[in-house]
């Protein structure tokens, strides 16, 4: 039974790019959720998803942040032209009912 | 603006003594409250989980909360150096977003 799998463990990006930071949730998991967490920072909220659905998107930045979690396929968190306080640990967790996650190996963002 | 409230520590114990972690949250409707353990450079691991005022135990782990007092807490007893970690506090108030606000962690140190 595999865990919740993130893709890519590392990215490098050049100021400007876009990030696009891949999810798929555990087997049977339906609820998907993206923290942010910034060095010696906590872990952030920012989205919670469910098929095709976004619940909850309260911890977001307005501007250049997207995610997704299609039909098929893994949930996508995209970061549009990024700058260097984008730099960050991005983890995404799932669960089958809203409980306790079980969270992602993490994708180590860093824009140079 | 919800807060979780930690100790950023570090804590140091020696091996073999009871660590004892604190956390105190402000959103009196706060429903669940989980404990995570996170090596430095990994991802969050899911150590505990309580939703009722009193003791819950674990093995080695002890999560208590007193909703009144608005405090939770987790015991380690009988530590060993691999419970040297960060530990993550998070609350839950289930108002249907189920999002986590995780505070900013305990450093635990177990001295050999």
């Known amino acids: 039974n595999a865990g919740v799998m993130q893709n890519p463990r590392h990215l490098v990006r050049r100021r400007g790019q876009e990030a696009r930071l891949r999810c798929s949730p555990m087997?049977?998991?339906?609820?998907v959720y993206w923290y942010r967490q910034l060095p010696e920072e906590g872990l952030k909220f920012m989205v919670y998803?469910?098929?095709?659905?976004?619940?909850?998107e309260s911890g977001m930045p307005k501007e250049r942040f997207s995610a997704e979690f299609p039909k098929e396929g893994p949930s996508i968190l995209r970061i549009q032209q990024v700058v260097r306080g984008d730099s960050a640990a991005y983890f995404c967790a799932s669960s089958p009912d809203g409980g306790g996650y079980t969270f992602g190996s993490g994708t180590r963002l860093t824009v140079v | 603006q919800k807060e979780v409230e930690q100790n950023s520590g570090p804590l140091s114990v020696p091996e073999g003594a009871i660590a004892s972690l604190n956390c105190t949250y402000s959103d009196r409707g706060s429903q669940s409250f989980f404990w995570y353990r996170q090596y430095s450079g990994k991802s969050p691991e899911l150590i505990m989980f309580?939703?009722?005022?009193g003791d819950k135990e674990d093995g080695r782990f002890t999560a208590q909360l007193n909703k009144a007092s608005q405090y939770v807490s987790l015991l380690i007893r009988d530590s060993q150096p691999s419970d040297s970690a960060t530990y993550l506090c998070a609350v839950q108030t289930g108002a249907g977003s189920y999002q986590l606000t995780f505070g900013k962690g305990t450093k635990l140190s177990v001295i050999p």
């Open positions: 087997k049977g998991h339906s609820h």
């Open positions: 309580i939703y009722s005022n």
């Open positions: 998803l469910q098929k095709e659905n976004i619940i909850d």
